[in-house]
């Protein structure tokens, strides 16, 4: 157990006999390890040169007793770990080197292009089974692989603590049953916000694996997409994300709690829906049909969302919900 740091097996039975005894001869150590005098002699002379074993008096044959070995292994020890850790650093070192020289002669280590709707929305599954911290979404209109209502990873993803931020593209929030499965998400936890538009379709998980959707194949007419592993250009679509997310329309759910503004006055749940869907620019039609009310009943509640804000235009009304904290 102790050759990590130098001793024989030989020599730690030994050291263990005479901590056993606490004090004892050479004669007496080699017929109870049944050992060549000789032999006993040697090792103790080696036990004595590493502060393990002290003679009791001047006689060089008598008696030996053993010392504490916390001392003088404890020192050993530690430089064993210090050289332990010396050589994982170099190994990491080492790693690092050897994927950058893959990353600069051969591309196929840092982007890997996938073909195919169901591979693609396979990758996007296992990605998802297996986040940890975070997972980032740009959602645009007509979903080339898993529409909103296929994607059960998010709500197992969501229940073990994996955070979501998804940032949609306003029209898709205008196709049949999309604003449903975003309010389902958010309830569950997810943060999602709005924009007019998105440059790209994108998904990044633990920012360390982004799916970018390309053109669709040639030959078969099936999407591809580049699955990017850690390197400057997944770095630049993080920032790409973040950069969009600062600007983006935060969504509320329904069961969300509202903040109230300085005259007292507080959205119920209905409104902070309602002002959440017009603040990101859903048309009237849309919310009315997401909130299974008439067009009307919408332009009612509006109109008396305005007169709480002292407002007396819909952009007015949007500016208010923003600074009042009502959203």
Request: net charge negative; hydrophobic share 45%; charged share 30%.
């Amino acid at each position: 157990m102790l050759d990590v740091i130098g001793l024989t097996a030989d020599e730690e039975e030994l050291y263990r006999c005479l901590v056993q005894l606490t004090v004892a001869r050479v004669d007496e150590l080699a017929r109870r390890l049944r050992r060549p005098r000789a032999e006993v002699v040697a090792q103790l002379a080696a036990l004595r040169d590493r502060g393990l074993v002290l003679p009791t008096g001047p006689d060089p044959d008598g008696p030996v007793r053993p010392l504490a070995p916390d001392v003088a292994l404890g020192e050993a020890l530690l430089r064993r770990q210090e050289a332990l850790e010396a050589a994982r650093a170099a190994v990491t070192r080492l790693t690092e080197e050897y994927r950058a020289g893959l990353r600069r002669h051969d591309a196929d280590h840092l982007v890997e292009v996938i073909t195919g709707a169901g591979v693609l929305r396979e990758r996007l599954r296992d990605l998802q089974n297996s986040a940890r911290d975070e997972v980032l979404w740009f959602c645009r209109a007509n979903p080339l692989a898993m529409p909103g209502e296929e994607n059960v990873e998010e709500f197992d993803a969501l229940a073990r603590g994996v955070r979501y931020r998804a940032i949609y593209e306003r029209e898709m929030l205008l196709e049949p049953g999309a604003l449903a499965d975003v309010e389902r998400g958010v309830r569950a936890g997810e943060q999602a916000r709005v924009l007019d538009r998105l440059p790209v379709r994108l998904a990044i998980v633990d920012a360390r694996t982004a799916i970018c959707p390309l053109v669709p194949d040639r030959d078969s007419g099936e999407p591809t997409a580049a699955v990017i592993g850690s390197s400057q250009l997944l770095d630049a679509l993080i920032a790409l994300f973040e950069s969009h997310w600062r600007v983006a329309i935060p969504l509320r759910s329904a069961t969300a709690p509202a903040g109230g503004d300085a005259d007292g006055y507080q959205p119920d749940a209905d409104e902070v829906r309602l002002l959440s869907l017009f603040v990101a620019g859903v048309p009237d039609k849309s919310i009315a049909s997401q909130l299974g009310v008439s067009r009307r009943t919408v332009q009612r509640r509006l109109a008396d969302l305005m007169t709480a804000a002292g407002v007396d235009t819909r952009p007015g009304l949007a500016y208010q919900a923003a600074r009042r904290g009502w959203l």
